[in-house]
């Protein structure tokens, strides 16, 4: 097995630092041994700050991020329960589709591919549908750049008496997310984007509102391996077993989690946003236009210039600079390319990179001064 050194610059999954590469090596523990409950419950704790929450109910979902989403709807949905889904992108649709797999009525909210969710179009679907008992939206749309506003549309979900499920997998410890200021009653994240530990596992943290409704449930959800009344027990004080947790990925969660805290949550932010307004500088100074509505820092999408061959770029990126990127997604296919700036991968030293391996591939120069004037200033 040849396993090369890459740079994930892509939609996910991003690079991880070998803080977190060393932790997923340490010696196996028995997943009721003291010793690794206490980690349990470490990751918990640490889970909870960087969600910004005191939700009790939080934990990590052993799957990748979609498995945090099905785990959502599963356990907020009975068969005939009425859900609105905020479709803006590829996981807004994906949404749709879990919620109705687990017998829904789902009820969509049309977004053009690229913009952000108007909580206006969710109030008035809320008017038309008088009875939905769950709101889901992408705070962070992966396959189109666009950023929504969940704390505005929260207050509207709430204003009509139903929850909210917010999407954060491509902006939990990279943009601002607050569940207990913007009262999200349930969110879903996974390990290998912005949080920069591999894929494997799914954050999750559930309001005491929420928790309250699924108490209330009149059928079992329809997942045994997800079902939050049995996962409960395990991560609280019970220990019931349930299924094996994946104890290594957890020292790696651990281990990307008191980075994200080291560095502090706002400074990491911060971070973010400087590295996106460098890429932006330099790309823009040679050239490249952004998607218009593009409102994420940790993702890029950025046009594909005419004359430029999409998958021949792509693949000189990879094979020549060992650079990941993405590919644009559904309309944008063909179109754009996807930059991640994704946690440990948002960096000085990889905005430059990319800089200067497109500038190459594209036959440009002049992309690197404008992005180092972005460092340069406060
Ligand atoms: C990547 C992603 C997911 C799915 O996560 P996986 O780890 O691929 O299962 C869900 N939602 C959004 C917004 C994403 O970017």
Redesign the pocket.
């Known amino acids: 097995m040849h396993i090369p050194q890459r740079i994930l610059l892509g939609?996910?999954p991003s690079d991880v630092p070998a803080r977190v590469l060393s932790a997923l090596a340490a010696p196996t523990l028995g997943h009721l041994d003291p010793a690794y409950l206490k980690i349990m419950d470490h990751t918990r704790q640490m889970l909870r700050e960087v969600f910004r929450t005191k939700n009790e109910l939080t934990m990590a979902i052993s799957g990748?991020?979609?498995a945090g989403?099905e785990a959502c709807v599963a356990n907020l949905i009975e068969p005939g329960d009425e859900m609105i889904v905020c479709v803006n992108g590829v996981?807004g649709g994906r949404m749709r589709d879990v919620a109705q797999r687990c017998g829904a009525t789902v009820h969509s909210v049309e977004v053009e591919w690229g913009q952000s969710v108007d909580p206006q179009k969710v109030a008035d679907a809320l008017k038309q549908h008088p009875k939905t008992k769950v709101v889901g939206v992408?705070h962070?749309?992966?396959s189109t750049g666009a950023l929504s506003n969940v704390e505005e549309i929260s207050k509207v979900v709430h204003a009509a008496g139903a929850l909210i499920l917010v999407?954060a997998?491509?902006s939990l410890g990279g943009m601002d997310l607050r569940i207990d200021d913007w009262k999200i009653d349930a969110c879903y994240s996974?390990t290998?984007?912005c949080l920069s530990c591999p894929?494997g596992l799914s954050p999750v943290t559930i309001s005491a509102d929420a928790v309250k409704k699924m108490d209330q449930r009149k059928t079992k959800c329809q997942s045994w391996y997800l079902d939050f009344s049995m996962l409960r027990q395990y991560w609280g004080e019970d220990r019931v077993y349930h299924h094996t947790a994946p104890v290594n990925m957890t020292y790696g969660l651990h281990a990307a989690l008191a980075i994200v805290l080291e560095e502090g949550l706002d400074n990491r932010i911060a971070r973010h946003v400087k590295n996106h307004q460098a890429l932006r500088a330099g790309l823009e100074a040679i050239g490249l236009k952004f998607v218009p509505k593009n409102s994420l820092t940790t993702l890029n999408l950025v046009s594909v210039p005419d004359g430029a061959n999409d998958a021949q770029i792509r693949k000189a990126l990879l094979e020549r600079f060992g650079i990941e990127i993405g590919a644009g997604l559904g309309p944008f296919k063909g179109k754009a390319w996807r930059i991640g700036l994704m946690g440990y991968a948002s960096s000085q030293r990889n905005v430059l990179m990319i800089l200067a391996a497109l500038e190459t591939l594209l036959g440009k120069s002049g992309a690197l001064a404008p992005a180092e004037k972005v460092y340069a200033s406060k």
Do not use: L
């Open positions: 939609p996910g990748t991020g979609s989403m996981f992408v962070a749309e992966t999407d997998v491509t996974g290998q984007k894929p």
